[in-house]
């Protein structure tokens, strides 16, 4: 059974770059067919998908947040990365890591989210 762990700070300064880290348990994040996500939701608000890294290292980021976002991996930890610059308060969300699966075209795994609020 995969399990994802969200962890970062809870509140950053605007302007500041946020970092959250994705830590994988019972599963490779290199494993073919799978891609991993961000997605996030602000309060009183439907979910928005980030951007994804998948098994290869190919990514791909929402092209509204594209210039503010970036999402690495580190392999040797099984994590993956997102880095998002810039930050305004109405980045104030609950972020979810995820774990789609290619072949059936499904999100099957979930972290429980981190809640960051932005804010001086």
């Known amino acids: 059974q995969v399990q994802l762990q969200e962890s970062g700070p809870g509140l950053v300064k605007p302007s500041q770059t946020l970092s959250l880290t994705c830590t994988v348990s019972?599963?490779?994040?290199?494993?073919?067919?799978?891609?991993w996500n961000w997605i996030r939701q602000p309060p009183g608000k439907g979910l928005e998908w980030m951007g994804y890294i998948c098994y290869d290292g190919n990514t791909f980021t929402s092209p509204s947040l594209k210039s503010r976002t970036s999402i690495s991996r580190d392999t040797s930890k099984n994590q993956f990365i997102l880095r998002l610059a810039s930050v305004i308060p109405e980045d104030t969300a609950t972020y979810y890591c995820?774990?789609?699966?290619?072949?059936?075209?499904?999100?099957?795994?979930w972290g429980q989210g981190t809640q960051v609020t932005v804010s001086s």
């Open positions: 995820a774990r789609w699966e290619i072949s059936g075209r499904t999100f099957g795994s």
């Open positions: 019972g599963g490779s994040i290199t494993t073919n067919d799978y891609c």
